[in-house]
């Protein structure tokens, strides 16, 4: 099965792309694609690894499904597009940007300019139909994501990875801890922020703190 990635992940994951699982999950991605409105455009369902390309992994942060409405994935976990409103988690980790880094509230939630420098924004499941949460999950997505966690903590070392909420820290519990540095935190929607379990982790300065004593260039936030 083609599938258009940056080479650098093809090198990375082997033979992911040839298992019999991802040639189902590619015929089922055709198909939804075909017959009903699914998110993000066709284009931008490997944007995250487009950006950030498997050598240049600094960060991992782990969402679980795209934005279904529409116009506001655009295959990056908590972004948005240009000109979209920020959803209630995105609002809340800006916050959390702005008081830990002391940094003006951004005016775009559009977070390429993270992938761009290193973050792998990597959703569990990379597609969505509109207006139905969670409705291509489990169909082969899980798996391919494990995949390219298990590549990074894997062939790479001295990255930080971000698992905010339960979902993130079951699906990274396989990650080599001797080799990279975890933050977890609750989730930063309102239900658990509002709870006391987002606001005040500090995980923006603690990684570009890890990063910068590794020698690695910190993160513009």
Not at 125 to 146: I, N, P
Request: aromatic residues 12%.
């Amino acid at each position: 099965m083609l599938v258009k990635i940056d080479p650098s992940w093809k090198e990375a994951l082997g033979n992911e792309f040839e298992k019999p699982y991802f040639d189902s999950l590619i015929e089922f991605v055709k198909s939804e694609y075909t017959t009903t409105t699914c998110y993000p455009k066709g284009s931008q369902i490997f944007a995250a690894f487009d950006h950030c390309h498997f050598d240049d992994v600094k960060v991992v942060i782990i969402g679980q499904d795209p934005y279904h409405g529409p116009r506001q994935a655009n295959g990056l976990c908590f972004s948005v597009n240009d000109g979209i409103a920020f959803p209630p988690s995105l609002i809340n980790i800006f916050k959390e940007i702005e008081t830990d880094l002391v940094k003006p509230f951004p005016q775009t939630g559009n977070l390429e300019r993270w992938a761009d420098q290193g973050v792998l924004l990597l959703n569990a499941t990379l597609t969505v139909r509109a207006g139905e949460a969670g409705s291509h999950q489990k169909k082969g997505w899980e798996t391919f994501t494990d995949a390219v966690i298990q590549a990074v903590s894997d062939k790479k070392e001295n990255v930080v990875f971000l698992l905010w909420g339960g979902f993130a820290q079951k699906k990274g519990a396989k990650i080599d801890r001797s080799k990279h540095f975890i933050l977890e935190s609750g989730h930063p929607s309102p239900l658990s922020a509002n709870r006391g379990f987002w606001f005040g982790n500090k995980h923006f300065s603690k990684t570009n703190a890890f990063l910068e004593e590794k020698a690695i260039e910190p993160i513009v936030w």
